[in-house]
T-cell receptor, first 110, second 112 residues
Framework: DQQVKQNSPSLSVQEGRISILNCDYT??????FLWYKKYPAEGPTFLIS?????DKNEDGRFTVFLNKSAKHLSLHIVPSQPGDSAVYFC?????????FGKGTKLSVKP | KAGVTQTPRYLIKTRGQQVTLSCSPI?????VSWYQQTPGQGLQFLFE???????NKGNFPGRFSGRQFSNSRSEMNVSTLELGDSALYLC???????????FGEGSWLTVV
């Protein structure tokens, strides 16, 4: 059973608009959440994270929102740029054990 | 500062063979973890090592094993390869088990 789910395998957005990537989890013991971006033929790179004691973390164009009661987190990218086109992985951590979602492929069209 | 280095980058093996993949973490990082990425399953955790000790293990058969050396470099081994083992194997390192992890570019394994 998947503990971390990214239900949208793909998302297409126009350049300049907002991209919203969603992630749901089932384990209430998760205390740290991360987003990674992955380009083809490269390893994932860390994007942004949030601790379970917060509900929002912002870094430039990237904002992560955490709704603990709904066990849901989302990544907002504003404004979206063509270079943001990649696969985005949500990950959740409990005592150092990192569980990844299957990823969402974001395509930002010029 | 050099990133996480994985070797080899690409390799082709035959069913039944075994393979060893190598990972050199970022200098100063003592925690190394391994992941398998396939199109159908996404990123799946294999195992994590810290100070030469396996701390966590994912849900993979015993054919998958690993180790970490005193210089924090790590190897993973897959024995009796199956076609389904074809995947991108990613290594990640961090300062400590609960710190943010940084990935290498991965080793592409094809089993024929």
């Amino acid at each position: 059973d998947q503990q971390v789910k990214q239900n949208s395998p793909s998302l297409s957005v126009q350049e300049g608009r907002i991209s919203i990537l969603n992630c749901d989890y089932t384990n209430s013991m998760f205390d740290y959440f991360l987003w990674y971006k992955k380009y083809p033929a490269e390893g994932p790179t860390f994007l942004i994270s949030i601790s379970s004691i917060k509900d929002k973390n912002e870094d430039g164009r990237f904002t992560v929102f955490l709704n603990k009661s709904a066990k849901h987190l989302s990544l907002h990218i504003v404004p979206s740029q063509p270079g943001d086109s990649a696969v985005y992985f949500c990950a959740a951590s409990s005592q150092g054990n990192l569980i990844f979602g299957k990823g969402t492929k974001l395509s930002v069209k010029p | 500062k050099a990133g996480v280095t994985q070797t080899p980058r690409y390799l082709i093996k035959t069913r039944g063979q075994q393979v060893t993949l190598s990972c050199s973490p970022i200098s100063g990082h003592r925690s190394v973890s391994w992941y398998q990425q396939t199109p159908g399953q996404g990123l799946q955790f294999l195992f994590e090592y810290f100070s030469e000790t396996q701390r966590n293990k994912g849900n993979f058969p015993g054919r998958f094993s690993g180790r970490q050396f005193s210089n924090s470099r790590s190897e993973m081994n897959v024995s009796t390869l199956e076609l389904g083992d074809s995947a991108l194997y990613l290594c990640a390192s961090s300062l400590a088990p609960t710190s943010s992890i940084y990935f290498g570019e991965g080793s592409w394994l094809t089993v024929v």
